[in-house]
């Protein structure tokens, strides 16, 4: 590749979430279903909350924490039956309060360490 040419940093993401994967088209054709979009919720605060940066550290990770309890809400009622929440990198702050969250819900997660997550993202199952 050439200097004139750069990676493009959205495509290389998409190849690591796996979309252009062989194997991951198999498996959508053969369980009859596409993988869904809305099964991710990516708690970084400018994502979320693009115009809301003023707020103090604490009032953003209680916005945090409520979408994390509307998104739980919105897969149940959907029936769906595992979701992924980033959690990002940072000081582990919102990581832990996520998973002290889904403690007091008694519900299951795992920490996702393989790609695209590399351990920034909790697995729920319902």
């Known amino acids: 590749m050439s200097?004139?040419?750069?990676?493009?940093?959205n495509l290389l993401k998409r190849m690591m979430m796996g979309e252009f994967s062989s194997q991951s088209s198999h498996d959508e054709h053969t369980k009859g279903n596409k993988r869904q979009k809305n099964n991710v919720l990516d708690l970084h605060f400018n994502k979320l909350y693009p115009s809301k940066s003023f707020l103090s550290p604490n009032e953003k990770l209680n916005l945090q924490l409520e979408a994390v309890d509307e998104f739980i809400k919105?897969?149940?009622?959907?029936?769906?039956?595992?979701?992924?929440?980033?959690?990002?990198?940072?000081?582990?702050?919102?990581k832990r309060k996520v998973s002290e969250y889904l403690d007091s819900l008694k519900?299951?997660?795992?920490?996702?360490?393989?790609?695209?997550?590399?351990?920034?993202?909790?697995?729920?199952r319902f």
Request: glycine share 8%.
């Open 107 to 124: 519900i299951q997660y795992s920490l996702i360490s393989d790609p695209p997550y590399f351990g920034n993202a909790l697995k729920l």
């Open 74 to 94: 919105s897969s149940k009622k959907n029936s769906v039956r595992s979701v992924y929440i980033i959690v990002g990198k940072g000081e582990g702050v919102l």
């Open 3 to 9: 200097e004139d040419n750069p990676i493009d940093s």
